[in-house]
């Protein structure tokens, strides 16, 4: 067992593994790192799983769908498998992905994205998160939507990308809902971070309690011409 000195030790140099940075400089660092992962990024495309809950009225559903997101960040969806109940997948699921489609195709996604312009942060401490040092932050957004979060963030202290985002919608979707708690994690996917999990739980007036979960597999990215050019030529040397 560490004696007290050696514990003490421990904890200073824990503490200060992950630099101290001032809100200003963590969202600097994230615009960047965001800007240049975006200016390489020509497109990718990957599999969602969603799989829908609800015990009380004992309706579940489930569906597989192929996504693809062009430079400019317009989704197309294509579904390849599904099951369970028909009503949630044609009115509930099948919904979802329409209205995101719909936006993306009308140049909302900046509207929705967690940065300075949209949010005003909060810097809480440090944590480590899947084995990673991260920066917490609580945001709270300056024109609240159904669309925007009102919680928390986690930002990789080494790729100054968003990890984990936990909260609520900041105005609720809808009447019949009471509550909506909402978890989303994310991923490394070679140089590039996407989503891996989301998990959803409403609370309903009537029907109770309800649990979305989207699973995110298979990415595959495509990078502009100038940055595969310059890939192939450093392992060519």
């Not at 030790?9 to 400089?25: D, N």
């Not at 919904?95 to 996604?109: D, H, L, T, V, Y």
């Not at 159904?146 to 609720?172: C, H, L, M, T």
Request: charged letters at 25%; glycine letters at 6%.
């Amino acid at each position: 067992m560490p004696t007290l000195p050696t514990v003490f030790l421990m904890a200073v140099i824990q503490s200060g593994s992950t630099p101290s940075l001032t809100v200003s400089q963590i969202l600097e660092r994230m615009m960047q790192a965001d800007h240049d992962r975006r200016a390489v990024l020509a497109g990718y495309s990957g599999i969602r799983h969603y799989r829908f809950v609800n015990k009380k009225s004992n309706k579940q559903a489930e569906m597989a769908v192929r996504m693809s997101c062009d430079s400019d960040g317009v989704k197309t969806f294509e579904i390849v498998d599904e099951s369970g109940s028909g009503f949630v997948r044609n009115h509930i699921i099948r919904k979802m992905i329409e209205a995101e489609e719909e936006a993306s195709q009308k140049g909302e996604r900046k509207e929705s994205r967690i940065i300075p312009e949209n949010y005003d942060f909060r810097l809480v401490g440090t944590e480590a998160f899947n084995g990673r040092d991260n920066y917490v932050l609580d945001i709270n957004p300056k024109k609240p939507t159904k669309f925007s979060i009102r919680g928390r963030i986690w930002v990789d202290a080494e790729d100054f990308a968003i990890a984990r985002v936990e909260g609520q919608p900041a105005k609720n979707p809808s009447f019949w809902i009471r509550h909506v708690e909402v978890q989303q994690r994310y991923g490394r996917s070679g140089r590039f971070w996407f989503p891996a999990l989301n998990h959803s739980l409403a609370e309903a007036r009537i029907f109770g309690a309800t649990e979305l979960v989207i699973e995110y597999s298979d990415y595959k990215t495509t990078v502009h011409e100038t940055e595969a050019r310059n890939a192939a030529a450093q392992l060519a040397q």
